[in-house]
């Protein structure tokens, strides 16, 4: 029996991954308001959401992640009204990309390789 190399999920994790860093580059900010409150608190809170945000926008991923949970908890706290938490959710996180692209930091993030080069041998 062979081993699994690929966790399940992956490919749907790196697709979702590079549809955020793609919508940001061409300067539209990821939809984490879909679903339900609960299915947005949690997008807004999972690692992954700030670990992609933080790649493409070149902010630090303790500041997206510290933004992030503050916008996850006005909308917990505001789950009675799930349009505007849905408004207010996509409002934020359109005025995070939007600053870093004031700050330069779009750009530099488009430009700035994500894998590191190859260790050279010797």
Do not use: H, Y
Not at 59 to 81: F, Y
Request: glycine fraction near 8%; proline fraction near 7%; charge should be positive.
């Amino acid at each position: 029996m062979r081993a699994r190399l690929i966790p399940p999920g992956a490919f749907k994790l790196v697709g979702g991954a590079t549809q955020a860093i793609g919508a940001i580059a061409t300067g539209d900010a990821p939809d984490l308001a879909q679903g339900n409150v609960d299915r947005i608190v949690q997008r807004l809170r999972d690692t992954r959401t700030a670990q992609v945000l933080a790649s493409a926008t070149g902010m630090q991923e303790e500041d997206v992640r510290k933004q992030l949970a503050q916008i996850a908890d006005k909308a917990d706290a505001a789950r009675s009204n799930p349009t505007q938490v849905a408004a207010d959710v996509r409002e934020s996180v359109r005025n995070m990309v939007d600053r870093a692209r004031n700050e330069g930091r779009l750009a530099q993030a488009a430009n700035r390789p994500n894998l590191p080069p190859p260790r050279r041998r010797g």
